[in-house]
Nanobody, 124 residues
C-alpha cells in the first residue's frame, strides 16, 4: 500500500501561480507513474498531467500545456505540479494518483492509489 497526501492548494487570482505537492509514504516503490487529476463541481474527474519514475517522460492535458509543469523528487518521495497563468476554469479539487506500471494513462481508473485532494480556486 502507498499513501498520498496533497498540499499547496488555495485561492488565487487569474494569472497567478500555485505549486501543488504530493508526498508519498508506505510502499513508494509501487508508485512508478504519478499523475495529477482534477474535478470541478458537477464534472467528471479529468487528467491533468503524469510523469514517469525517472521524470524523463511527461504527459499533459491540452488545456494545461505550456502553463503547468509536473516534476518529481524521488529522494523525497514527492511529486509537484507547478501551475502558472491560472484561469478560472482551472478551479477544482486536485488529486494526486499513483500506479505501479510504466505507462502514463489519462484515465483515472487506471491509477491504483489516490490522495484526498486539495482545493484550487481561481478567481476572475
Amino acid at each position: 500500500q502507498a499513501q498520498l497526501v496533497e498540499s499547496g492548494g488555495g485561492l488565487v487570482q487569474a494569472g497567478g501561480s500555485l505549486r501543488l505537492s504530493c508526498a508519498a509514504s508506505g510502499r513508494t516503490s509501487i508508485t512508478y507513474t504519478m499523475g495529477w487529476f482534477r474535478q470541478a463541481p458537477g464534472k467528471e474527474r479529468e487528467f491533468v498531467a503524469a510523469i514517469s519514475w525517472s521524470g524523463g517522460i511527461t504527459a499533459y492535458a491540452d488545456s494545461v500545456k505550456g502553463r503547468f509543469t509536473i516534476s518529481r523528487d524521488n529522494a523525497k518521495n514527492t511529486v509537484y505540479l507547478q501551475m502558472n497563468s491560472l484561469k478560472p476554469e482551472d478551479t477544482g479539487v486536485y488529486y494526486c494518483a499513483g500506479r505501479a506500471d510504466k505507462d502514463l494513462p489519462v484515465r483515472p481508473y487506471l491509477y491504483t492509489y489516490w490522495g484526498q485532494g486539495t482545493q484550487v480556486t481561481v478567481s476572475s
